[in-house]
């Protein structure tokens, strides 16, 4: 379970809007703050699914391990993003910090119980599972329809619609993480980039390659509808 790998467990005190998740009471919750190191194991696969959880600070990736030993990359959770919501009693997939990330806990049955009379909070719990969902039908529909450099595009353009607009965009993924999210290898996500660069879609702005600034939107864009 989540409690051998915290490094904090204060309960605190604080309200569901506080979360982003709409109530009409809007009453209090107690919540555990943990923070986990990079590449530590936020909850397994098939571990009771007893919490749902907040990125405060830092990312997380959703995965499973296939028969043959490859992974499969379904999600990636980026700061205030709530993922753990699932349809039964156990986890189904494996969550792994990124970097260094502290994640907000709060008790699943909590929030259950509220919606039996709340409806605000019941419709905005079935929100969030549809949405999740949409994003496993979307994901299936990369993997299974899109050339290299479609996928990578939809990638890229996910992040950034994802992302604080700055105008650059730092990734915490690894170029093995965004590979194992797209069903490709490092290489072809690395060749993928490479011509989206040369297409003057995107330049990279450090020595790793993980700060991303899009010098064409509209360009990305096409690169992914080219599918359609």
Same mark, same amino acid.
């Given at each position: 379970?989540?409690? !051998?790998?915290?490094? $904090?467990?204060?309960? !605190?005190?604080?309200?569901?809007? *506080?979360?982003?998740?709409? &109530? &009409? &009471?809007?009453?209090l919750v107690c919540l555990s703050e943990f923070t986990y190191q990079k590449?530590?194991?936020?909850?397994?696969?098939?571990?009771?699914?007893?919490y749902i959880y907040q990125i405060k600070l830092g990312a997380a990736r959703s995965y499973k391990m296939l028969? $043959?030993? !490859?992974?499969?990359?379904?999600?990636?959770?980026? &700061?205030? $993003?709530?993922?753990?919501?699932?349809?039964? *009693?156990?986890?189904?997939?494996?969550?792994e910090a990124i970097v260094q990330t502290t994640v907000r806990l709060l008790k699943r049955h909590r929030l259950d119980d509220a919606a039996q009379s709340d409806s605000v909070l019941a419709r905005e719990l079935l929100g969030l599972t549809t949405k999740n969902l949409q994003h496993a039908e979307d994901h299936m529909l990369l993997l299974g329809r899109? *050339?290299?450099?479609? !996928?990578?595009?939809?990638?890229?353009?996910?992040m950034d619609q994802r992302s604080i607009p700055t105008g650059v965009m730092a990734l915490p993924m690894t170029r093995r993480d965004i590979a194992d999210y797209l069903g490709l290898t490092i290489e072809t996500v690395s060749r993928a980039l490479s011509r989206l660069r040369r297409a003057g879609v995107l330049e990279f702005t450090e020595?790793?390659?993980r700060e991303i600034n899009i010098l064409n939107r509209k360009k990305l864009h096409a690169f992914d509808l080219q599918s359609h």
């Open positions: 379970m989540f409690v !051998r790998t915290s490094t $904090d467990g204060t309960n !605190r005190p604080t309200t569901l809007s *506080d979360l982003g998740i709409s &109530s &009409s &009471s809007n009453q590449g530590t194991e936020i909850f397994g696969e098939g571990e009771p699914a007893e028969n $043959d030993g !490859r992974r499969q990359i379904g999600a990636f959770h980026l &700061s205030g $993003d709530i993922f753990g919501l699932v349809n039964g *009693d156990f986890h189904r997939f494996t969550a899109k *050339d290299a450099v479609e !996928r990578v595009a939809a990638f890229l353009i996910e020595i790793n390659q």
